[in-house]
């Protein structure tokens, strides 16, 4: 995934410090976040300029939200992908940021 490298494969997951249950949480994803960050990236990247909502990934790939925002927010901090600057309203019609590839 290009820039993963110091981010992705730390061997602490991300997490919330001091929180038993964020550490558990990132523990058992680590496996699994890879291959669905880059199917996130994947969806994204296709969309073009159009983008993708959060709330557009959790229903085409049938995530939790917490799954779908926490990968966004991993290609978001590593670069990977960017806020265009841009909203669109989400299933529960709130306004939620459009993400891109740059």
């Known amino acids: 995934m290009g820039k993963s490298g110091f981010y992705f494969d730390d061997p602490d997951p991300p997490h919330v410090q001091g929180s ?3 550490h558990a949480a990132a523990v058992s994803m ?8 880059s199917k996130i990236k994947s969806r994204i990247q296709a969309a073009g300029v159009y983008g993708k ?18 990968r966004i927010r991993e290609l978001a901090l590593a670069g990977l992908i960017k806020d265009s600057g841009a909203v669109r309203p989400t299933r ?11």
């Open 30 to 37: 680590k496996s699994s976040a890879n291959a669905i960050r």
């Open 92 to 102: 529960s019609k709130r306004n939620a940021v459009i993400w891109v590839v740059p």
């Open 20 to 22: 038993a249950t964020s």
């Open 53 to 70: 909502t959060c709330d557009e990934i959790e229903a085409e790939m049938d995530l939790r939200h917490q799954t779908a925002s926490a």
